[in-house]
Protein backbone atom coordinates (compact mmCIF):
# COMPACT_ATOMS: atom_id res chain seq x y z
CA UNK A 1 0.00 0.00 0.00
CA UNK A 2 0.87 3.31 -1.24
CA UNK A 3 1.45 5.96 1.82
CA UNK A 4 -0.33 9.54 1.20
CA UNK A 5 1.80 12.47 0.13
CA UNK A 6 -1.26 14.73 2.46
CA UNK A 7 -4.56 15.37 2.27
CA UNK A 8 -6.03 18.25 -0.13
CA UNK A 9 -9.37 19.82 0.74
CA UNK A 10 -11.23 21.12 -2.21
CA UNK A 11 -13.65 23.64 -1.85
CA UNK A 12 -15.70 24.25 -5.48
CA UNK A 13 -19.36 24.45 -6.39
CA UNK A 14 -18.06 23.38 -9.63
CA UNK A 15 -18.62 19.39 -10.08
CA UNK A 16 -16.55 18.92 -13.10
CA UNK A 17 -13.33 20.63 -11.84
CA UNK A 18 -13.96 18.91 -8.56
CA UNK A 19 -13.96 15.88 -10.51
CA UNK A 20 -10.65 16.19 -12.48
CA UNK A 21 -8.80 17.92 -9.48
CA UNK A 22 -9.62 15.01 -7.32
CA UNK A 23 -8.75 12.63 -9.86
CA UNK A 24 -5.15 14.17 -11.05
CA UNK A 25 -4.49 14.58 -7.31
CA UNK A 26 -5.09 11.11 -6.20
CA UNK A 27 -3.48 9.35 -9.23
CA UNK A 28 0.09 11.08 -7.62
CA UNK A 29 -0.66 9.95 -4.06
CA UNK A 30 -2.96 12.67 -2.55
CA UNK A 31 -5.99 11.72 -0.06
CA UNK A 32 -8.67 14.46 -2.06
CA UNK A 33 -11.74 15.37 0.40
CA UNK A 34 -14.47 17.75 -1.26
CA UNK A 35 -17.03 20.23 -0.49
CA UNK A 36 -19.71 21.33 -2.77
CA UNK A 37 -20.00 24.61 -1.52
CA UNK A 38 -18.75 27.29 1.22
CA UNK A 39 -20.99 26.40 3.61
CA UNK A 40 -20.46 22.76 3.71
CA UNK A 41 -16.66 22.92 3.62
CA UNK A 42 -16.44 25.48 6.55
CA UNK A 43 -18.63 23.08 8.54
CA UNK A 44 -16.00 20.17 7.27
CA UNK A 45 -12.86 22.23 7.94
CA UNK A 46 -14.15 22.29 12.31
CA UNK A 47 -12.99 18.47 12.32
CA UNK A 48 -11.00 18.17 9.70
CA UNK A 49 -6.99 19.57 8.90
CA UNK A 50 -5.91 19.45 5.55
CA UNK A 51 -2.82 19.86 4.43
CA UNK A 52 -3.92 22.08 1.18
CA UNK A 53 -7.18 23.54 1.07
CA UNK A 54 -8.47 24.72 -2.77
CA UNK A 55 -10.73 26.68 -2.93
CA UNK A 56 -13.04 28.71 -5.84
CA UNK A 57 -13.22 32.50 -4.85
CA UNK A 58 -16.70 32.99 -7.01
CA UNK A 59 -18.85 30.58 -4.86
CA UNK A 60 -21.76 31.97 -3.60
Known amino acids: MT ?3 GTIFIMDDDLALQTVLEYALRNVGYNVVLARDGQEGLK ?3 TLTPNLVISD ?3 P
Do not use: D, N, V
Open 44 to 46: MLE
Open 3 to 5: QSK
Open 57 to 59: IMM
